[in-house]
């Protein structure tokens, strides 16, 4: 047998906005298991990004005094930090206030309207995820070529948008 052949190639691209990161495959903490984060800002002065496969109990109902008539979306946690906060991704470009991730993929924006589209279009909710929190970096922690932080990470590739 040839161990050549099982030797993985992989390109390895520096860190930016839209990257996906995925965890190594023995790191076992918290939200960070197995975790997959996409980098919605990377800039000298440090990186934010959401953990994009970490299910909470909750769902987006719940969250929400008064908003009964929001159908129950799963939760997600977006990281340790900030867990005060409700975060979106999503790809609707016409909502107003989003940040582009990533080409076709959005974060936050006006919520009051995407509560709206959620009412008035069952649809909407395949379009959208929700999380509690974020994942941060310092700019002493910066994300090195191929791995974040403290080799937490390894960069895997860029986030595109799918097809509908």
Known sequence: MHVESFHIRRRVMPPHRGALLVAEPFLDEGCFRRAVICLAEYSEKGAVGFVLNSPTRYVLSELLEGENDIPSIPVFCGGPVGTDHLF?????SSLPGAVEVSM?????????????????????????????????WSAGRRIK????????????????????
């Open 145 to 164: 070529t191929g791995v974040v932080g403290c080799d937490d990470y390894v960069f895997a590739g860029r986030l595109s948008r799918g097809r509908r």
């Open 104 to 136: 076709g993929l959005f974060a936050n924006g006006d919520f009051d309207m995407l509560l709206d589209f959620l009412r008035s279009d069952s649809t909407v909710q395949k379009h959208v995820k929700f999380l509690i929190g974020y994942s941060g």
């Open 88 to 92: 979106f991704l999503h790809d609707i």
